[in-house]
T-cell receptor, first 117, second 114 residues
Framework: DAGVIQSPRHEVTEMGQEVTLRCKPI?????LFWYRQTMMRGLELLIY????????DSGMPEDRFSAKMPNASFSTLKIQPSEPRDSAVYFC???????????????FGQGTRLTVV | EDQVTQSPEALRLQEGESSSLNCSYT??????LFWYRQDPGKGPEFLFT???AGEEKEKERLKATLTKKESFLHITAPKPEDSATYLC???????????????FGKGTKLSVKP
């Protein structure tokens, strides 16, 4: 497996524009996580899905942020409209619940570095 | 509220100088504690999983241990290539009975000088 694949790797956009980040999780994984990483706040969980269903979106900062997972192999994180304070590295990760109902490790993509000017 | 705290924030070691990184946690129901390594410009890379107090895992110069309140990452005779940010994360049985919430600490930035 190629691991978790994110695109684009870098995105520079103007304030007010819509931004869509994409993620392909590892095949067979049933959890998908979206994180945001900044120097000040570290890795913050934005939202996670289990079997394509959003479970907890309490980390989504504002209504400008939305995430979807239309199928087991694809997820998007959308910011509309974007603002300079959204500049950060956004990571997608996926993991698998094993038979003992204990969570296995999450595997991360390489991230998308977003810059909003 | 579930929390994960790592210390120190930064650690500078000489090559060969052993030390330990700390991760203390407060969660309602631990379903796994994970250590990751993150190099600049890359995503976190998985190192270890620990599930119960008393458990230990080793990999090369790294050894992770777990108690009911904290985990340690021991680094024995580190080399410059061990320089990275080390992140601790916990899976907790969380709100509304959902499982899978993964919470990270802010990390310890390790620098090993030759």
């Amino acid at each position: 497996d190629a691991g978790v694949i994110q695109s684009p790797r870098h995105e520079v956009t103007e304030m007010g524009q819509e931004v869509t980040l994409r993620c392909k999780p590892i095949s067979g994984h049933d959890y998908l996580f979206w994180y945001r990483q900044t120097m000040m706040r570290g890795l913050e969980l934005l939202i996670y899905f289990n079997n394509n269903v959003p479970i907890d979106d309490s980390g989504m900062p504002e209504d400008r942020f939305s995430a979807k997972m239309p199928n087991a192999s694809f997820s998007t994180l959308k910011i509309q409209p974007s603002e300079p304070r959204d500049s950060a590295v956004y990571f997608c990760a996926s993991s698998l619940r094993d038979r003992g109902a204990m969570n296995t490790e999450a595997f991360f993509g390489q991230g998308t570095r977003l810059t909003v000017v | 509220e579930d929390q994960v705290t790592q210390s120190p924030e930064a650690l500078r070691l000489q090559e060969g100088e052993s030390s330990s990184l700390n991760c203390s946690y407060t969660v309602s129901g631990l379903r796994g504690l994970f250590w990751y390594r993150q190099d600049p410009g890359k995503g976190p890379e998985f190192l270890f999983t620990l599930y119960s107090a008393g458990e230990e895992k080793e990999k090369e110069r790294l050894k992770a241990t777990l108690t009911k309140k904290e985990s340690f990452l021991h680094i024995t005779a580190p080399k410059p290539e061990d320089s990275a940010t080390y992140l601790c994360a916990v899976h907790a049985a969380d709100y509304g009975g959902s499982q899978g919430n993964l919470i990270f600490g802010k990390g310890t930035k390790l620098s090993v000088k030759p």
